[in-house]
């Protein structure tokens, strides 16, 4: 193996690290001078060591420093139509809750070492050796100006919750590309800061770290997957993967990206359902998307005729999602909120609820679009508003998951072993199918009822009426 190469030329180590491609770490160096690691970030480390040859520290600079690249080595998984997909948020340092808060973003870890980053995928495999794991792409990123944009209002609004003393009650979904991780070992005590006063927060709060989210690593994949690799990097050809964005970079230098979007509501609310299909020219439906197709006409500002708004770039890259809810006269909603189908074979698998997938599912980002009936009958757009699950209500969706996943694994896929929406908790499982023949496969064998993820009405209620 050829192990020159320039440690300050990006391109360089790029092209040195392409020596790895198809090939394990042990394939790619000798297989005997490999000592075995502990821990997640194993792979990565043994890479740095073995491979490019430096020592591993705790050096808050950039592993490349005079590159001013961060090396980063994150898993695939490979899904059962055999394409690859992200496994999980690519961790980027983590969060010092007493320094950062004097950091700005341009300035902060977080950005002096993910802003271009060298990106190793490599395809995961439970219970083989990270040394005999495969690696499949290697990508030199240098995130987008517009991104960074983003980003800095996702960091300002992490630092802004600590600043308070909040940094307990931070979530995932408080952003939109950039997130605020749980990271450390089980059994980890919570730690206590200080606040900007040089007073101990009331609350300690458990170790995270600044991270990319799966959905924002799925962009990264898709430029990998275009490119093999192996393409010359080009800011400006990523954005003509998208149909559509919403939003331009001088309007995110004036206002945050929420701001922008919840704007564009201002002119609509009150009118009826029929007044905005006329105003905005909407399609007509009878079915259930119908206050969707309002609200996308509304988001994209008629700009994308016909285009859906959750593939339009900020909506893929943030993963935010998009939720209709009708109010009937009294305000209770019409009905309860579904989400995906409960996968009993990956439910089997997870036994960290924090890794879960329902955690991610809970802790995204939701944007949350009213419309209410009136005295007359008449459906009204009543408020649009972003939302993002409270930490006390994450500990009972835990009691949820624990519950799905029991029923799974005793084999009791039935709705005497889930809970009910007449149970009044905030959460509930019933079927979600096509018809009766629509059946999933029973990790014990056989076929079951395919079964789904649901908010209660009450639970529907009691959020819009907090977004008063």
Not at 125 to 130: C, N, R
Not at 301 to 327: N, P
Request: charged share 30%; net charge neutral.
């Amino acid at each position: 193996m050829n192990r020159n190469y320039d440690r300050s030329d990006k391109w360089s180590i790029l092209e040195y690290s392409r020596q790895l491609l198809g090939k394990t770490l042990e394939q790619a160096v000798a297989p005997d001078t490999i000592e075995a690691r502990k821990g997640k970030g194993r792979l990565g480390q043994l890479v740095e060591e073995y491979f490019f040859g430096y020592d591993v520290n705790s050096n808050p600079d950039a592993d490349f420093s005079e590159a001013g690249l961060e090396l980063k080595v994150t898993p695939l998984k490979k899904l059962k139509d055999k394409t690859l997909a992200i496994k999980e948020r690519l961790v980027c340092t983590m969060i010092d809750y007493d320094a950062d808060q004097n950091k700005p973003f341009e300035q902060s870890h977080v950005y002096l070492k993910c802003a271009y980053m060298l990106i190793l995928f490599y395809l995961h495999q439970a219970d083989i050796p990270v040394q005999q794991l495969l690696f499949i792409y290697s990508v030199l990123w240098q995130i987008p100006e517009k991104d960074l944009l983003i980003m800095k209002q996702d960091y300002e609004k992490i630092i802004g919750k600590i600043k308070a003393g909040k940094a307990h009650e931070l979530s995932e979904g408080d952003t939109t590309y950039l997130g605020a991780c749980r990271k450390g070992q089980k059994g980890d005590s919570d730690v206590y800061y200080h606040l900007p006063d040089g007073s101990l927060a009331a609350y300690p709060a458990p170790k995270r770290a600044f991270s990319l989210k799966t959905q924002y690593m799925r962009t990264i994949l898709a430029f990998a997957e275009k490119t093999g690799g192996n393409g010359t990097y080009n800011t400006a050809a990523l954005m003509h993967g998208y149909r559509s964005h919403l939003i331009e970079e001088n309007e995110l230098r004036k206002k945050s990206f929420e701001e922008i979007l919840l704007d564009r509501f201002n002119p609509y609310y009150g009118m009826t359902y029929d007044a905005l299909v006329t105003e905005l020219h909407a399609p007509t439906t009878g079915a259930k998307s119908k206050y969707f197709l309002i609200a996308n006409e509304i988001l994209t500002e008629r700009r994308t005729r016909g285009e859906d708004v959750t593939q339009a770039e900020e909506f893929v890259k943030s993963g935010i999602v998009i939720k209709t809810i009708r109010l009937n006269k009294n305000g209770r909603p019409a009905e309860a909120m579904s989400f995906e189908n409960i996968h009993y074979f990956d439910i089997l698998k997870e036994d960290d609820w924090y890794e879960s997938r329902l955690y991610d599912i809970f802790t995204g980002r939701f944007l949350f679009i009213v419309f209410q009936e009136d005295e007359d009958g008449l459906v009204r757009l009543k408020k649009a508003f972003f939302w993002t699950m409270p930490v006390k209500d994450l500990d009972e969706a835990a009691a949820y998951w624990r519950n799905i996943r029991q029923a799974v694994r005793d084999n009791h896929i039935t709705p005497e072993a889930f809970w009910h929406e007449s149970d009044h908790r905030k959460f509930h499982v019933r079927p979600k199918a096509r018809n009766a023949a629509d059946l999933a496969d029973n990790p014990h064998g056989g076929k079951a009822k395919k079964y789904c993820y649901w908010f209660n009405r009450d639970y529907i209620r009691s959020i819009v009426a907090d977004a008063q």
